[in-house]
């Protein structure tokens, strides 16, 4: 396993975590190698469905040999966080801010990304010590609300998450994103249901194209 350090800056680097929620358990090491053949380096398994950890496992141990870094999301509570961790989970994401979620990840070593929208909800991740800050739903308040929240909190790492596209991720790495989170943006559903894994791959390059394109400028 990397290290704290090495993990975030993995994720950063990726420029996008892919969110893979409510895939099937016998195709989710399928669909996490193809998203990760398209470019993505950083992958996410909600923890909120059956056999979460179990999913999260079954990809750590198909991208073993690759340098992709492998989290979960979703995880609302400092137990669920040890559950995950416990099946391999190198970074763990939250819709909301948990100083216990927070605090369990400090303690294993694993990257915590809580979910904020307001200032207050920013400082109390920051203060739990959050190695970034889920900015969630990003598109509920749009990309001008990075700035807004840097502003008195300072160069803060926010990757906002929901609704972010190829239309519009250019917009969000252009107020100060770090990196963005996607979900169906990136993961094609509808390849997954057809078992079209070389689908899969091209719309995850699609947008990591959009991503390269945007951090290039």
Do not use: W
Request: hydrophobic share 45%; aromatic share 2%.
């Amino acid at each position: 396993m990397a290290n704290e350090t090495d993990v975030r800056d993995r994720i950063i680097d990726s420029g996008v975590v892919a969110v893979l929620r409510s895939i099937d358990e016998a195709q989710i090491a399928s669909v996490a190698r193809a998203i990760h053949e398209a470019g993505v380096t950083a992958i996410e398994v909600t923890a909120d469905g059956k056999r979460a950890s179990d999913k999260i496992a079954a990809v750590d141990r198909e991208l073993a040999d690759t340098d992709a870094v492998v989290g979960a999301g979703t995880v609302l509570d400092a137990p669920t966080a040890q559950s995950v961790i416990d099946a391999g989970a190198e970074f763990v994401l939250a819709p909301d801010c948990n100083p216990e979620m927070i605090r369990t990840c400090n303690r294993q070593g694993v990257v915590s990304v809580p979910g904020v929208m307001t200032p207050t909800e920013a400082v109390t991740g920051m203060e739990a010590g959050a190695d970034m800050l889920k900015m969630f739903p990003a598109t509920t308040v749009g990309p001008d609300h990075i700035g807004a929240l840097q502003g008195p909190l300072g160069d803060v790492d926010i990757m906002p998450t929901g609704g972010i596209s190829p239309e519009n991720v250019d917009d969000f790495f252009e107020a100060g994103a770090v990196a963005v989170g996607a979900g169906s943006a990136i993961v094609d559903y509808d390849a997954i249901e057809a078992d079209d894994m070389g689908q899969v791959r091209e719309t995850a390059a699609s947008f990591v194209e959009a991503v390269e394109s945007a951090r290039s400028r």
